[in-house]
């Protein structure tokens, strides 16, 4: 009895502290939630109007142009289309990148993780 007694104490304890109270020193932050409980995200830091797309082995090939200059994305497969203003994360490049599924070579490719059509 007195073992289920402290093990009671100790589920209202670590049901009432936050979890931020028992990081350690140097731990990332944890994200932060709205009123509804649901994580916020930062905005994206990249934008630019689609100049150009089509949908291949499961991923959006985006052309996207943004202060007089161009470059192509590879991102999740989403349904785009020329014109849209776009928000997109930073990602990971590629240079001489050749996608089987398209049978095309890219002379440089950024992949990012997100892509969200940007609020007019």
């Known amino acids: 009895m007195k073992g289920n007694t402290i093990f009671a104490a100790l589920l209202v ?3 009432s502290s936050s979890p931020a109270d028992g990081l350690p020193p140097g731990h990332p932050s ?6 509804n409980g649901a994580v916020t ?18 991923y959006s090939y985006i052309e996207v142009s943004h202060a007089g200059s161009s470059q192509w994305l ?7 289309a020329k014109g849209m203003r776009i928000r997109y994360s930073k990602g990971v490049p590629m240079a001489d990148f050749y996608s089987r599924s398209l ?6 490719i ?10 007019p």
């Not at 950024?110 to 609020?119: I, K, P, Q, S, Y």
């Open 13 to 15: 304890f670590w049901a």
């Open 30 to 35: 944890l994200p932060k939630k709205n009123e």
């Open 41 to 58: 995200t930062a905005p994206l830091p990249n934008s630019g109007v689609i100049e150009n797309t089509f949908q291949s082995g499961g």
């Open 74 to 80: 590879a991102a999740p497969a989403m349904e785009l």
């Open 103 to 108: 049978k095309r070579r890219f002379d440089r």
């Open 110 to 119: 950024l992949f990012v993780g997100r892509v969200e059509v940007a609020r």
